[in-house]
C-alpha cells in the first residue's frame, strides 16, 4: 500500500464549477500538508501548505486537512481554464522527506 | 528573491552516452538540494539529495550519480545512458532554516534515451 494515495484522474469540468481534488495517506504521523500545481512540462510549483487540521483559504483556493480520517482536499472556486493542470498533494513527517501523490490531471472546460 | 535554475529543457540522447544535467540556486545560501525523476502520468520518484558540498544522499540504486561541487550547485550524471533512463528530471531546493520545509522547482529537462 503506498503512503499517499491520489486518484490520477483525469478529471474534466466546466468553467466555474467547485473542484475537489483529494489524497488520502496511512502514515498518521504525516504533519505537513502542501498541494502542488504543475502545468505541462514544467516544474511543480508550490500552491499551498497547511500544518494543522481544518481549512486554509488562499484567494479562490481552499486547503483542507482532516488528521482523523487522514484526508486532505484541495477545492478550487470559480474553477478558470487556466487552472488546468495536474495537481500534486505531498506531506511529511518531521524532517522527513516529503511523500508525493501521483497527482491528478484536471481539465477546466470553457 | 530565491530562483531555481535549471537546463537544458529539452534533451535527446543515444545509448550509452553519458549525461550531465545542472541545476543551481540564486538567492539563498546553504539550501537543501533535490534531484526527482517523473515518469509520464506518474508521481514524483526522489533521486538524491544534498545537505551540504559533496554530501550526497541516494534514494534509490540506480544508473546516476550527483554531486554537488558548490554550495548553490547540483548535477546530476550518467557515463552510460539507458533506455529506462527516460523521463522528465526536476532539481528542487529547499530551506532547511525552517521546521516545514517546502520545496522550490525548476522548469525541469525532458530526456529521452533512443
Known amino acids: 500500500q503506498k503512503e499517499v494515495e491520489q486518484d490520477p484522474g483525469p478529471l474534466s469540468v466546466p468553467e466555474g464549477a467547485i473542484v475537489s481534488l483529494n489524497c488520502t495517506y496511512s502514515?498518521?504521523?504525516?504533519?505537513?500538508f502542501m498541494w502542488y500545481r504543475q502545468y505541462s512540462r514544467k516544474g511543480p510549483e508550490l500552491l499551498m501548505y497547511?500544518?494543522?487540521?481544518g481549512n486554509k483559504e488562499d484567494g479562490r483556493f481552499t486547503a483542507q486537512v482532516d488528521k482523523s480520517s487522514k484526508y486532505i482536499s484541495l477545492f478550487i472556486r470559480d474553477s478558470q481554464p487556466s487552472d488546468s493542470a495536474t495537481y500534486l498533494c505531498?506531506?511529511?513527517?518531521?524532517?522527513?522527506?516529503?511523500?508525493f501523490g501521483q497527482g491528478t490531471r484536471l481539465t477546466i472546460n470553457p | 528573491s530565491q530562483t531555481i535554475h535549471q537546463w537544458p529543457a529539452t534533451l535527446v540522447q543515444p545509448v550509452g552516452s553519458p549525461l550531465s544535467l545542472e541545476c543551481t540556486v540564486e538567492?539563498?545560501?546553504?539550501?537543501?538540494l533535490y534531484w526527482y525523476r517523473q515518469a509520464a502520468g506518474r508521481g514524483l520518484q526522489l533521486l538524491f539529495y544534498?545537505?551540504?558540498?559533496?554530501?550526497i544522499s541516494s534514494e534509490v540504486p540506480q544508473n546516476l550519480s550527483a554531486s554537488r561541487p558548490q554550495d548553490r550547485q547540483f548535477i546530476l550524471s550518467s557515463k552510460k545512458l539507458l533506455l529506462s533512463d527516460s523521463g522528465f528530471y526536476l532539481c528542487?531546493?529547499?530551506?532547511?532554516?525552517?521546521?516545514?520545509?517546502?520545496?522550490?522547482f525548476g522548469s525541469g529537462t525532458q530526456l529521452s534515451v533512443l
Open positions: 528542487a531546493w529547499g530551506d532547511r532554516g525552517t521546521t516545514n520545509e517546502k520545496l522550490f
Open positions: 502514515n498518521s504521523a504525516f504533519q505537513y
Open positions: 497547511t500544518y494543522s487540521s
Open positions: 505531498a506531506m511529511r513527517k518531521g524532517a522527513q522527506k516529503l511523500v
Open positions: 538567492g539563498t545560501s546553504n539550501p537543501n
Open positions: 544534498s545537505v551540504g558540498i559533496g554530501q
